[in-house]
């Protein structure tokens, strides 16, 4: 089982802003599209942004303009910037990868982190 290691949950006030970032082995990471998502009490996981292999963003309408995914190739790793936060964005975050690689597809997930935004 491939690992997902996540760091950069923690409280902030609305408005504020914080970084998560997700690091995984380089065999996973090369050959994966890979993704936020978040999941609060009471609601599914819902996807908040992913970022393929080959750099392409995209992005859940709610985040959009205030959220930025990127990739560190280098580092094997990705990275989830928030920037005005909202109280009802405070959930579990998981970091995922949608590994494809001849003929081979498995997803992988994050033990997950926890943001908290206090009013």
């Known amino acids: 089982q491939a690992q997902l290691v996540e760091h950069g949950g923690g409280l902030v006030q609305a408005g504020g802003s914080l970084r998560l970032s997700c690091a995984t082995s380089?065999?996973?990471?090369?050959?994966?599209?890979m993704g936020w998502y978040r999941q609060s009490p009471g609601r599914q996981r819902e996807l908040v942004a992913k970022i393929t292999s080959g750099g392409i963003e995209n992005y859940a309408d709610s985040v959009k303009g205030r959220f930025t995914i990127s990739r560190d190739n280098p580092g094997n790793r990705i990275f989830l910037k928030m920037d005005s936060l909202k109280p009802e964005e405070a959930a579990v975050y998981y970091c995922?990868?949608?590994?494809?690689?001849?003929?081979?597809?498995?997803?992988?997930w994050g033990q997950g982190t926890q943001v908290t935004v206090t009013d």
């Open positions: 995922n990868a949608d590994y494809i690689s001849s003929g081979t597809r498995r997803e992988y």
């Open positions: 380089r065999n996973i990471f090369l050959d994966s599209d």
